[in-house]
């Protein structure tokens, strides 16, 4: 026992990088946040298992499919960024509620959340369908080869539009009252019909048409809807529910919730378009290397989300946590949350470097047996491993800025790493530099040389506004 609690002391202990004045002891704050924070991760390496398997079953049609569906994400990002950053309003504006103990407050903010996501739903539904060709082109699919495909892929996943914003909402702001578990079942629900549905209409199993890539796009859209009764029927529910909503309830705008909901929103707008921007343009420079570069990207994306599913499951908890200890008027423990998941990190981070790096042979092989797409993918994995640990520190340290509200410097960084920096990283790799040494590959490994590149700066960047502590004055 005593040897245990050296360990503990040893990985989790903060004496002296934080002032633990409050009465709660650090290792019960250990607790807290570990129990928001695992399935928020496992929801993400669940939701990244079953876009992989996805990937893997779209994959056995062959390069240019997987290309085709790939070449769908950057856009589908794009035409959900808006409810995205509202989401994210809801999230940080809801637990600083929660920590106030206004529970009506709370249920207010989820209402007026929802409204405004429903008319933006509608009209996001609407131009997917029937204008989303032009933003294809623009992500770099090329006629004869992947824009048909593409185009039949993103009109069936649009109609679905509004279904995935109103689960996006509802989970956003469960996650601000720290209920992940709730958000974990609803994404898990969906994703195990998508799977399903998946290699029912993808091959023509269990009596259903092959349907090829179309049936790929009805399933991920019929997923969407199941996700979004899901998540409906969370918030119906009346016991021990902290947002509990009930059918045809009236409520009506407020000026400090919209204030405080465009506050945080505007700001992750900014943000959420510097990041889609960047990954658009760098999406399109690897597809202009080509077809094989882009289908290696996509496979080494698929397992390297890993990494982004464990910190950003950190990140959520320290969301909420740091916005229901503002809410309660105690800063020095906002402050130990973000010190706590700085150290979490770090272990989490020394683990996946070791999972990928052993599993950098065989993990291609799940998804294509082109050899040279497998060898590049696995030495597109051993560099990529250099901004595991940089990634997995900026999106922690993210989700504690956001849920205190300093969204504008995370906008900021972005702007400057994602939007900037990144794809001028990825340009110089890709094409000069593959130019000038042709045999060293760097058309395939230049997009994840520039992912450490982005990763380093980025993590460097909010370190030195985490470190300053400004960020605990704010208000919402």
């Not at 429903?118 to 997917?128: A, E, R």
């Not at 950003?312 to 998941?341: E, F, H, N, P």
């Not at 040494?437 to 490994?445: L, N, R, S, T, V």
């Amino acid at each position: 026992m005593e040897f245990d609690s050296k360990i503990t002391n040893f990985l989790f202990s903060f004496k002296r990088e934080v002032d633990e004045g409050d009465n709660e002891r650090l290792k019960d704050m250990y607790k807290r946040i570990l129990i928001i924070a695992w399935p928020s991760a496992l929801e993400g390496i669940m939701m990244t298992l079953m876009n992989s398997f996805d990937t893997m079953m779209v994959g056995r049609l062959g390069s240019n499919a997987i290309a085709s569906v790939g070449l769908c994400a950057q856009p589908r990002m794009i035409l959900l960024l808006i409810a995205q950053s509202l989401c994210m309003g809801t999230t940080a504006v809801v637990a600083r509620r929660k920590g106030e103990g206004n529970q009506r407050a709370a249920i207010s903010t989820l209402q007026q959340s929802l409204a405004l996501i429903l008319i933006v739903g509608v009209v996001m539904t609407i131009f997917g369908m029937f204008l989303g060709a032009p933003l294809l082109k623009l992500a770099g699919a090329k006629e004869g080869e992947t824009l048909e495909d593409a185009i039949i892929y993103f009109r069936y996943i649009s109609m679905a539009f509004i279904f995935n914003y109103i689960s996006l909402c509802i989970c956003a702001a469960m996650r601000g009252i720290g209920k992940t578990r709730i958000t974990m079942v609803v994404h898990m629900i969906a994703n195990v019909v998508n799977v399903f549905l998946n290699y029912c209409l993808i091959f023509g199993h269990f009596g259903f048409p092959a349907l090829g890539i179309k049936g790929a796009a009805i399933a991920t859209a019929i997923g969407g809807v199941v996700s979004a009764g899901a998540a409906i029927g969370a918030v119906l529910r009346k016991k021990d529910n902290f947002l509990c909503l009930r059918p045809w309830q009236k409520f009506r705008f407020d000026k400090d919730t919209l204030r405080s909901l465009v506050k945080v929103g505007s700001g992750t707008i900014a943000e959420s378009v510097f990041m889609r921007v960047g990954f658009l343009l760098n999406g399109k420079l690897i597809a202009g290397v080509s077809t094989a570069a882009y289908a290696t990207n996509q496979i080494v994306q698929q397992v390297s989300g890993l990494t982004f599913c464990l910190g950003d499951g950190i990140g959520a908890a320290c969301t909420s946590m740091v916005g229901q200890s503002m809410g309660a008027g105690q800063k020095k423990k906002a402050y130990a949350y973000a010190k706590l998941g700085q150290r979490i990190c770090l272990y989490v981070s020394i683990f996946l470097i070791i999972f990928i790096f052993t599993g950098r042979h065989w993990m291609p092989r799940l998804f294509n047996d082109e050899p040279q797409i497998l060898y590049a993918s696995a030495l597109c994995f051993v560099v990529c491993l250099v901004g595991v640990y940089p990634q997995n520190m900026r999106v922690m340290i993210s989700g504690c800025l956001r849920g205190a509200g300093d969204v504008r410097y995370v906008a900021l960084v972005s702007l400057i790493s994602v939007a900037i920096l990144r794809p001028l990283a990825t340009w110089f790799f890709c094409y000069p530099m593959n130019n000038w040494f042709p045999g060293m590959m760097f058309g395939f490994i230049g997009a994840w040389i520039s992912f450490d590149v982005d990763s380093l700066v980025r993590w460097l960047l909010l370190q030195v506004r985490i470190n300053k502590g400004e960020w605990v004055n704010i208000k919402l």
